[in-house]
């Protein structure tokens, strides 16, 4: 299996920009998660979805933030507008069951100038 | 409030020594606990799980401890390399679908 695959690695974006983050979960995973890593806040969970339904998006900081999973193979972490603040390592994971370890994706870099 | 602690300074040891990392915990009542290893520019790894009726798990050279009346996880490298060195977070799963990752520990293993 190839893991979790997200796209892109790296996205520079100015202030105001919206921005997109994709992730492939591994097949046969009935749970994803979007995680958001910074230096002084470490890893943050920001919202989780079972069976591609949204269970809670409480950890999402704020409107500005949207997240999608149309179908068992994919979803979206979208940024509508950016700000600097924004700046973090991006991380998709998934897992069998909610309670199991899980397997993260690379990351995407995100910069927000 | 809850909070998980990691010894937020480095670990620094030489080659073919035990390295101790430490986990402790308030406030939660975890299910399971967990530890990952990451390295920079990486998503975390999966390393282990021990569950709350378990004291001790092992696998190949790691073993974790879990005291729950201490609230505390101890993860132990023994034979340690310099290809150990990564960061090593610990993660509560408290129930429900939360998973609380710890901010983590760095450990270098020096040859």
């Known amino acids: 299996d190839a893991g979790v695959i997200q796209s892109p690695r790296h996205e520079v974006t100015e202030m105001g920009q919206e921005v997109t983050l994709r992730c492939k979960p591994i097949?046969?995973?009935?749970?994803l998660f979007w995680y958001r890593q910074t230096m002084m806040r470490g890893l943050e969970l920001l919202i989780y979805?079972?069976?591609?339904?949204?269970?809670?998006d409480s950890g999402m900081p704020e409107d500005r933030f949207s997240a999608k999973m149309p179908n068992a193979s994919f979803s979206t972490l979208k940024i509508q507008p950016s700000e600097p603040r924004d700046s973090a390592v991006y991380f998709c994971?998934?897992?069998?069951?909610?309670?199991?370890?899980?397997?993260f994706g690379p990351g995407t870099r995100l910069t927000v100038t | 409030s809850q909070k998980i602690e990691q010894n937020s300074e480095a670990l620094n040891i030489q080659e073919g020594k035990t390295a101790t990392l430490t986990c402790n915990y308030t406030?939660?009542?975890?299910?399971?606990l967990q530890w990952y290893r990451q390295d920079p520019g990486r998503g975390p790894v999966f390393l282990l799980l021990?569950?709350?009726?378990?004291k001790e798990k092992r696998k190949e050279r790691l073993k974790v401890t879990f005291d729950t009346t201490l609230k505390q996880s101890l993860f132990h490298i023994t034979a340690s390399q310099p290809a150990d060195s990564a960061t090593y977070l610990c993660?509560?799963?408290?129930?429900?679908?939360?998973?609380?990752f710890g901010a983590g520990t760095r450990l270098f293993v020096k040859a």
């Open positions: 021990i569950r709350e009726n378990e």
């Open positions: 993660a509560l799963y408290t129930g429900g679908f939360k998973t609380i």
């Open positions: 979805f079972n069976n591609n339904v949204p269970i809670d």
């Open positions: 994971a998934s897992t069998l069951n909610s309670s199991y370890e899980q397997y």
């Open positions: 406030n939660y009542s975890p299910a399971y």
């Open positions: 097949s046969g995973h009935n749970s």
